[in-house]
């Protein structure tokens, strides 16, 4: 049995244990956001929360890749969950790759979408040609961005908390 190293008491790091429970208030502010937009029309605010949050993510994944590469050794917590070996599958494992196979495109997707934003609206932002565009790509990423957290919380409660 291995002690909890999580501060939700799950076999999951200090790090781990941030980035679930912080995927769920990232959902919601995402949600208020495009709420702003499309139908407030308050694209000021929009802009600012969205590169708040494409900042905020941006410094978490790059602290979390950090922790999970130099300081956890994540295997070894996961190790111990029963899907760890499911018949000599390691379920684990494929979990964390079908998160990765929609976290990377979504994250990439993401600096499109607010690259695209940058150059294509005024100051203030407000509706233009591109905008539907960004509309489109933008509403693609915010689908990609709620499977990145259900695909992790997935990958996350399979690997450290069962």
């Known amino acids: 049995m291995v002690l909890a190293t999580g501060w939700l008491g799950t076999r999951g790091s200090w790090m781990l244990d941030f980035v679930a429970v912080a995927m769920l208030v990232v959902l919601p502010v995402l949600a ?40 956890t050794d994540w295997r070894s917590l996961a190790s111990h969950s029963p899907y760890w070996n499911v ?12 998160h990765l196979s929609v976290a990377v495109p ?14 294509g609206f005024g100051h203030p932002p407000r509706p233009t040609g591109h905008s539907r565009r960004h509309r489109t790509l933008g509403w693609a990423a915010v689908t990609g961005m709620a499977l990145t957290a259900v695909t992790g919380w997935i990958f996350y409660w399979m690997a450290f908390v069962a």
């Open 106 to 119: 979504t994250a990439i997707l993401w600096i499109v979408v607010v690259v695209g934003a940058l150059r």
């Open 87 to 98: 018949r000599g599958v390691n379920v684990v494992a494929w979990a964390l790759g079908v």
């Open 32 to 71: 208020w956001s495009v709420f702003l937009a499309k139908v407030q029309g308050r694209y000021l605010w929009h802009k600012r929360i969205q590169l708040a949050l494409a900042g905020t993510l941006l410094v978490t994944i790059a602290l979390f890749e950090y922790d999970m590469r130099m300081v």
